[in-house]
C-alpha cells in the first residue's frame, strides 16, 4: 500500500507581536525582524546579537538604583551640551539591535521605536552580576566595532560603585577617567560631568524579619 506523502506541519501566522514565535522562528533573527514580531514589553529585556535572540530579566534593585540617580544628573550636563540622554532604549547596529542601560545620543529620539547606532555618542552599561563578561567584555568591543565614541561602565560590586570613562581609540576603548565611592569621578568629554560613585547606592535593605504574635499579644 502506498504512504501517504508527508506533509509539513504550517508555519504558524501570528498577526500580533507575541513572544510564542520565539518557539518556532529558527532562522537567524535580525533587529528589525524582533521589532516587527516581538511585542514591546516593560518585562524583559529583548537584543539580537549575531542572529539570535538575548532574553533578559529586569536587574537587581541597585542596578535600578544606580541607573535611575546617575541618568537624572548625566541628563542635565547631557542637555547643556546638546546631547540627549534615554535609558534601555533600542539602538539598532546592522542587524543586531542593543539596548544599552545608558544612551546619550546626538539627536533627539522623541517619537521614535529605534535610533542607529551612528546618533550614539556614549553608551553605559551598569554591570549586572550574572553577567559581567557581556557589561566588561563583550559589549564594548561591539560599540567600539560600531565606532561609538566613548563608553562608560558602572560596577556596583560589593556596593562599592565605581565608574570608568573610555574613549575609542584606534579601533579599541582606553579609560580616560575613573573613581571608586569617596573619590570624586570627573569626565571632561564628552561633556562636563562629576559625581561621587558613592551617591549611587540607596541603603541597603534590612534582613526579612517575621512577627509572631503571642496569645497575649492577641487577648
Known amino acids: 500500500m502506498a504512504q501517504a506523502a508527508f506533509a509539513p506541519e504550517p508555519t504558524p501566522q501570528h ?12 532562522e537567524p533573527w535580525t533587529a528589525q525582524l524582533a521589532l516587527d514580531l516581538l511585542p514591546e514589553t516593560n518585562g524583559p529585556k529583548v537584543e539580537v546579537l549575531s542572529g539570535s535572540v538575548i532574553v533578559t530579566p529586569h536587574a537587581g534593585y541597585d542596578h535600578q538604583d544606580a541607573a535611575l540617580g546617575l541618568a537624572y544628573l548625566l541628563k542635565q550636563a547631557a542637555r547643556r551640551a546638546k546631547l540627549w540622554l534615554y535609558l534601555e532604549t533600542n539602538i539598532v547596529s546592522g542587524e543586531d539591535l542593543f539596548i544599552p542601560d545608558i544612551v546619550i545620543l546626538d539627536a533627539p529620539g522623541g517619537g521614535r521605536t529605534t535610533m542607529d547606532i551612528r546618533h550614539a555618542v556614549l553608551l553605559g552599561e551598569i554591570v549586572s552580576p550574572g553577567n559581567r563578561r557581556k557589561d566588561i567584555i563583550d559589549r564594548p568591543r561591539e560599540y567600539a566595532a560600531a565606532g561609538v ?15 570608568a570613562l573610555y574613549e575609542l581609540t584606534e579601533g579599541g576603548y582606553r579609560p580616560v577617567a575613573a573613581a571608586a565611592a569617596g573619590t570624586p569621578f570627573v569626565m571632561r568629554e564628552p561633556f562636563e560631568f562629576s559625581i561621587d560613585p558613592d551617591d549611587l547606592l540607596g541603603e541597603e535593605a534590612a534582613p526579612d524579619a517575621t512577627t509572631t504574635e503571642s496569645a497575649d499579644d492577641l487577648a
Not at 507581536?17 to 522562528?25: G, I, K, M
Open 15 to 26: 498577526t500580533e507581536p507575541s513572544f510564542d514565535v520565539l518557539r518556532w522562528h529558527d
Open 149 to 163: 565614541p566613548f563608553f562608560l561602565r558602572v560596577d556596583l560590586r560589593n556596593r562599592v560603585p565605581t565608574i
